[in-house]
């Protein structure tokens, strides 16, 4: 997992972390093998926060282009 990350937060079962960074991307990981499992685009400028909604279907995030996106687990 390199690169520059300004924020992470994991996912309710454990297994998922997400990763907000400076190269305006939110990645998806799997914790037991560091493997990147998707990566999320969408802001035009770095991320500063990602967080995950209790039931674990919608993550957030906001970035330095002041816009705060919404994903929904399809």
Excluded: C, N
Excluded at 5 to 18: A, I, M, P, W
Excluded at 45 to 64: K, N, R
């Amino acid at each position: 997992m390199a690169g520059k990350y300004r924020e992470g937060t994991s996912h309710t079962d454990g297994q998922t972390l997400f990763s907000g960074s400076v190269d305006k991307t939110i990645k998806i990981w799997q914790v037991s093998t560091g493997k990147e499992l998707h990566t999320l685009t969408g802001h035009s400028e770095p991320l500063y926060s990602v967080a995950i909604s209790p039931d674990g279907q919608t993550l957030f995030s906001g970035g330095s282009d002041e816009t705060i996106k919404i994903w929904r687990q399809d």
